[in-house]
């Protein structure tokens, strides 16, 4: 029943939107919504002793996931969870959705194989449906590699987060240019990258909500006020209770150096929520450097335990 509820959302949920009025044909090849192109996939995570674990999942192609692991050496009761595609991109017409639930007093980390890229697309979109809730006490990292959309394609994700008032989320999405050094191609070329998040406790009040909807042909990104001279944006997100938020703040140093190619700062979220971290950068692994210090700040201070070394590989 929740598959098919969400499916049935993410579904609705680009037909509903304006930005993508012009791009409601069907794909020729294989229509939206038929088998292969609606992915769902459910993580539920629990606490079981000593450590927490991956109880519950369901997931219908082309979502998969990998069996829970404990590589983290310095959280060794989180379970590290890695999403994973078979269809190995995102295409024209797949409307995917993503449930994760963190119960009482359990952690973890979710994160994606690699960068998730969006195709170039000559019929309809993709949209992605996301929704995460967190119980009393649990703590979450949903970390994913960066999105690259390609030249000409269109993308619509929507984020739903409830979570309790002792609750801790730290979320993160990159968006990264393609092949920037190709002249046919190179920088930000798609025709629509739309992202919305609307966060709520658990008894119903409203956190904060987002939305942007990018279209670098119709308005370039490289304008002073969007993204000016950087090819890499990084949104990051930390609902948390206000003690660990100030923590944490007061540990962020807000920097503005383009000749290096890097740019962040933080800012708190309304109604007592959180911390917003943005980043810019000309490549994306100084984005990613900008994130794990911000990363460190927030695992050090909600949990007391410091960041494992990086994989020499992401």
């Known amino acids: 029943m929740r598959a098919e509820q969400a499916l049935?959302?993410?579904?609705?949920?680009?037909?509903?939107?304006?930005?993508?009025a012009a791009w409601q044909d069907e794909p020729p090849q294989m229509a939206s919504d038929t088998p292969g192109k609606k992915g769902y996939l459910h993580l539920g995570f629990a606490r079981r002793g000593d450590r927490s674990v991956l109880l519950d999942m369901e997931r219908h192609a082309p979502?998969?996931?990998?069996?829970?692991?404990?590589?983290?050496?310095?959280?060794?009761?989180?379970p590290c969870v890695f999403m994973i595609s078979t269809?190995?991109?995102?295409?024209?017409?797949?409307?995917?959705?993503?449930?994760?639930?963190v119960a009482r007093d359990a952690c973890a980390h979710v994160t994606t194989q690699s960068a998730t890229k969006i195709h170039t697309m000559s019929h309809n979109y993709a949209a992605q449906l996301q929704r995460i809730s967190l119980e009393e006490n649990s703590y979450l990292e949903f970390l994913p590699d960066p999105t690259i959309p390609h030249c000409g394609s269109r993308f619509l994700t929507e984020t739903q987060i409830t979570l309790h008032p002792t609750a801790s989320l730290l979320y993160s999405e990159i968006l990264s240019s393609g092949r920037k050094y190709h002249s046919a191609d190179g920088g930000f070329a798609f025709d629509l990258y739309a992202s919305y998040i609307r966060a709520?406790?658990?008894?119903?009040?409203?956190?904060?909500?987002?939305?942007?909807?990018?279209?670098?042909?119709?308005?370039?990104?490289?304008?002073?006020?969007?993204?000016?001279?950087?090819?890499?944006?990084?949104?990051v997100i930390l609902l948390t209770p206000p003690r660990h938020r100030d923590a944490v703040l007061a540990r962020i140093t807000p920097c503005y150096e383009p000749q290096k190619g890097i740019a962040c700062g933080a800012s708190l979220l309304p109604n007592q929520g959180g911390i917003i971290f943005k980043a810019l950068g000309k490549e994306a692994c100084q984005v990613k450097q900008a994130i794990r210090s911000f990363w460190q700040a927030a695992r050090e201070t909600i949990t007391g335990a410091p960041l494992a070394a990086?994989?020499?590989w992401r």
């Open 200 to 235: 709520q406790l658990a008894g119903g009040t409203d956190i904060f909500s987002e939305r942007y909807a990018l279209t670098p042909r119709c308005q370039p990104l490289n304008n002073i006020g969007i993204m000016g001279p950087f090819d890499v944006f990084g949104n």
């Open 310 to 312: 990086p994989f020499l």
């Open 63 to 78: 979502s998969l996931v990998q069996k829970a692991l404990y590589w983290d050496e310095a959280m060794p009761h989180m």
């Open 87 to 101: 269809s190995g991109c995102i295409l024209q017409g797949d409307r995917l959705a993503l449930d994760i639930h």
């Open 8 to 20: 049935e959302m993410v579904a609705r949920l680009g037909k509903k939107a304006p930005e993508l």
